[in-house]
């Protein structure tokens, strides 16, 4: 198995990426995200620009939904985890039970078991503490390409194959 990480900067980009993925025929089981639960902040900035409450927040079900495969899924797959040093973030797929094993630990540390550098692990972790989205998926080695294209084509950055052949 490899694993393949991304960052991204927004949900909807996030979202597309997710879709894609889906497309080419990637499992929920191997797709998994890591967010800031910012839900309060962004409802505040979507109140003061008119917009919905809630629908830009990686916690607003109904996108990840429809992204991760439909609510049984997403309800069985999503987790909010109190992180030290980072604080409340939602995490949906394979990759929230491993966070929630994995808090004292942070994000890195979590990372770590699937074969992410620590270094490489704490770098990925601060880029979620200023906002960025985690896209991790989990993979067979004949489709870590194909998962790094998808997520590079959605606008991904910082990508990433660890694991199998590619350390």
Known sequence: MSTVIGVFRDVKTAEEAVRALRNKGFKDNEISIVAKDDQNKTRKRDMEVGGEM??????DGTAWGGALGGVAGLLAGVGALAIP????????????????????????GGLIDLGIPEERGRQYEQELKK???????????????????????????????HGGENN
């Open 131 to 161: 906002g960025g989205i985690l896209a991790v998926i989990e993979t067979s080695e004949d489709k870590v390409n194909d998962a790094s294209s998808i997520l590079r084509q959605n606008g991904a950055k910082d990508v990433e194959a």
């Open 54 to 59: 809630g629908t830009n927040t990686i916690s």
């Open 85 to 108: 040093g980072i604080g409340p973030i939602v995490a949906a797929g394979p990759l929230a039970g491993v966070l929630s094993g994995a808090v004292t630990g942070g994000v890195a």
